[in-house]
């Protein structure tokens, strides 16, 4: 590996030393010294003693006890997340009915990490120590004391329970007076605990504007915001009170309302890191090739590798594979694993599972594994530089989920994944000049490069209706805001007031979906066809149903055609759908015409939850068998705003939006490439060398006009109806 590696810059042992000073991301200073066999057989409490975090216990549970919000800032492994949480129950934070919650940005963390607690605390997953994520409740009311869930979660419950005071589980009697009074405020501490702060998901910080608000209200609560690499200070002075909101009588209770700043110093086990000597081309290439070096030079140990979504994953999964069938000679032994958010439970599961005895798992992920997972076998990390990242433009209202570069923080989270129960190696696909010099040093809070629709509208749902003012720890920009409030306007989901409307905004405010799709499936309940559209609204929320990858184009498109409808994707979808369901489910069939199991059986599963949330909210549940015309209507009414119409005179497939006049094109993709009819709507778009419609159906122009009268406006129709 020497040619193509280059190790980081040596350092002495000994000290944290910030990568940025030596080019080499030092895990010095390590608070283990053990060897990971030592590691392995010690009992779950020394295991917890070891931990960087464990000599900062009395300081945190004192700085809780006496601040309104504590900033809590260590390396990644350090225990903050699996840790801090038992130190509050241990210090009797969750006693008389109270509960302790800690978020995480991602799905798959708060399932990892709320098991692994309840394994270090010996108790039954699902009883004192729960998890919530979307569509998914395992927590057990009056038992669960430790509740981890996703930040997007913890944002839905605050819509029923604004003030959460439901994380108190107790009655409150505000009127009595004096030391009763006391006695009654005791009640009501209870901690949140913000986890991967750093991250800037968009629900962490929309939580942050309504946890400082919430503070000024109820001073009590306590909240924790924990992270790896967040910018502590701007932290802390975004919850600092301005002098006029300052409540004294807080202080007399004892409790400081300025944040306060602890930083836990120690790391987890040593990681070495490699650079690549070159800049290199094919970074999907290079994984592979770096897979399998690993596997040929390297002892034992799994590898994670870090790409960017499911095409490159798939891709090198079959690359791998094709190498332990053909040559066998460099790869045997090796079991390939992808991890990405478009795979079922079951599938992402398979991660966790230990490889049997000889055998090295390479798991190929997105950057859902990027924080707080522990994978306990992962030895080397292989990261990419890349992920893929949302932009949103508000003036052309285009939103692209675009393969962007990764900030060193990311780097460093990423590089931490090994490393974590034994040292480990980390081989980045790019320069160590260019880590030290070009890569950004923290990523763009998403909040910042996102449409605002959903954020708006939860807002909304929680009673904020001044949101140009809202407290954001990283403004918007207006024209997003703007743009947000037009878009739910014209969907009938906000009034002339910007408040929402009834039924309609309240029923789509309860589909933890983009409202786009949440309209659609209000609308199909009216159509008669919500069967179909909540079919459809589960294949949208994976990212493709088809095996796609590199020589196999030919094949992947010839099955594709077996089930392509004139009315385009959205109706192929449903005729996949009926012949994976036919099949009884079949793996085989699957693979016989290149759908994506893993994908067909996530679809499944959203499905399921679809149907239940519809069902709730009062929807009613009817196919329309084979009337396709009222699936077009249902669509149109979700996705009004994506209309384009082909350019009279365009040889080559170009489309104009309706709105904003953008130039875009038929996805490779869809059944409707080449085909390019008059009248379009998209789900998503995707730019590469062009503006890309991915997910495309046809339309009649008269339903735009019956669905969004307003928003097509008069002077339009004449050209619409042309
Ligand atoms: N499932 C697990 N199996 C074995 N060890 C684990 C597991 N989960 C956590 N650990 C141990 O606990 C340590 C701390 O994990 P924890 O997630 O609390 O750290 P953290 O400071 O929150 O890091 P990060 O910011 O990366 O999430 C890990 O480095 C590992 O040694």
Redesign the pocket.
């Known amino acids: 590996m020497s040619q193509f590696w280059k190790p980081g810059t040596e350092r002495p042992q000994g000290r944290v030393v910030d990568d940025e000073e030596g080019g080499v991301l030092f895990l010095s200073g390590s608070h283990h010294s053990s060897s990971s066999s030592r ?1 392995g057989y010690a009992s779950i409490d020394k ?1 917890r003693q070891r ?1 960087p ?1 464990f000599k900062y216990r009395t300081a945190i549970l004192y700085l809780v006890e006496t601040r309104a919000t504590t900033i809590i800032v ?10 801090i949480p038992q130190y509050l129950k241990e210090a009797g934070w969750a006693a008389g009915g109270r509960l302790i919650a800690c978020t995480q940005p991602r799905r798959l ?1 708060v399932q ?2 709320a ?2 607690v309840a ?1 270090e605390m010996g108790v039954k997953l699902g009883e004192e120590v729960g998890y919530t994520i979307r569509f998914e409740d395992v927590t057990k009311p009056d038992v669960t004391v430790l509740k981890f869930l996703t930040d997007g979660v913890l944002l839905r419950e605050m819509m029923d329970d604004p003030l959460l005071t439901k994380y108190r589980n107790c009655e409150l009697d505000v009127k009595v007076p004096g030391r009763a009074f006391e006695h009654e405020l005791e009640k009501l501490r209870h901690v949140i605990m913000l ?2 702060a750093h991250e800037r998901s968009i629900s962490t910080d929309i939580l942050l504007g309504l946890l400082k608000k919430i503070q000024r209200r109820r001073p009590e609560l306590r909240l924790i915001i ?3 690499t967040i910018e502590a200070k701007s932290m802390s002075d975004f919850f600092r009170m301005r002098k006029k909101r300052r409540e004294p009588e807080n202080e007399e209770h004892g409790l400081q309302v300025e944040p306060v700043i602890l930083s836990v110093e120690g790391r ?1 086990f040593n990681v070495q890191i490699n650079y690549s000597e070159e800049p290199v081309q094919d970074y999907v290439q290079a994984a592979v090739s770096t897979v399998l070096l690993i596997h040929e030079r390297e002892p034992a140990g799994d590898v994670l590798v870090f790409l960017t979504g499911q095409d490159d994953i798939d891709a090198s999964v079959q690359l791998l594979n094709d190498e332990v069938q053909t040559t066998g000679k460099h790869s045997s032994g090796l079991i390939v694993l992808p991890l990405y958010s478009g795979l079922s439970r079951a599938e992402q599961e398979l991660v966790f599972s230990q490889a049997p005895r000889g055998k090295r798992k390479v798991i190929i992920s997105t950057n859902i594994a990027e ?4 994978l ?1 076998g992962i030895v080397y990390v292989v990261d990419s530089g890349f992920s893929k990242q949302r932009f949103y433009n508000p003036i052309s209202d285009i939103e692209n989920l675009v393969v962007a570069p990764i900030s060193r923080a990311s780097a460093r ?1 990423r590089a ?1 994944r090994a490393g ?2 034994r040292p480990g190696k980390c081989y980045r696909l790019y320069t160590e000049e260019y880590f030290l010099n070009h890569m950004s040093n923290e990523g763009i809070p998403e909040i910042q490069r996102s449409s605002m629709v959903s954020c708006v509208i939860q807002l909304k749902a929680l009673g904020i209706d001044n949101i140009l003012g809202f407290d954001w720890p990283a403004s918007p920009s207006t024209e997003a805001m703007i743009r947000a409030l037009e878009i739910l306007y014209s969907l009938r989901v906000l009034d002339d007031d910007a408040k929402l409307t009834s039924p309609t905004g309240f029923q789509v405010a309860e589909i933890p979906l983009d409202p786009m799709v949440s309209k659609m499936i209000i609308a199909s309940s009216q159509l008669g066809c919500s069967e179909e559209i909540i079919t459809i609204a589960a294949v949208l929320s994976v990212q493709s149903i088809w095996i796609s990858g590199r020589g196999i184009q030919k094949e992947s498109d010839e099955a594709k055609l077996r089930f392509a409808a004139a009315e385009g994707d959205h109706v192929t979808f449903l005729n996949v759908y009926k012949g994976f369901h036919q099949s009884g489910k079949s793996s085989q069939w699957c693979h016989k015409n290149y759908v994506n199991y893993h994908a067909m059986r996530k679809v499944l599963e959203v499905r399921e939850q679809l149907k239940r949330i519809a069902k709730r909210i009062g929807l009613v549940l009817k196919s329309c068998e084979s009337d396709m015309q009222v699936v077009r209507k249902a669509v149109t009414a979700g996705f009004f705003a994506n209309a384009c119409h082909l350019e009279e005179y365009s040889h080559n497939g170009m489309y104009k939006t309706l709105r904003g006049s953008q130039e875009v094109y038929i996805h490779p993709s869809s059944v409707l490439f080449r085909v390019n009819p008059k009248w379009v709507i998209y789900n998503s778009l995707v730019s590469t060398d062009r503006q890309y419609m991915r997910n495309v159906i046809t339309i009649d122009p008269s339903c735009l006009l019956e669905a969004a009268p307003h928003f097509y406006q008069l002077q339009q129709s004449n050209h619409l109806l042309r």
Not at 74 to 83: D, H, N, V
């Open positions: 590691y295991q931990l975090v260590g390396e990644t492994g350090s225990g903050k997340t699996t840790q963390a990892a990490v098991s692994r394994e986890d991967e924990s992270s790896a987890g924080t707080s997972l522990t306990e989270q931490g974590r129960v």
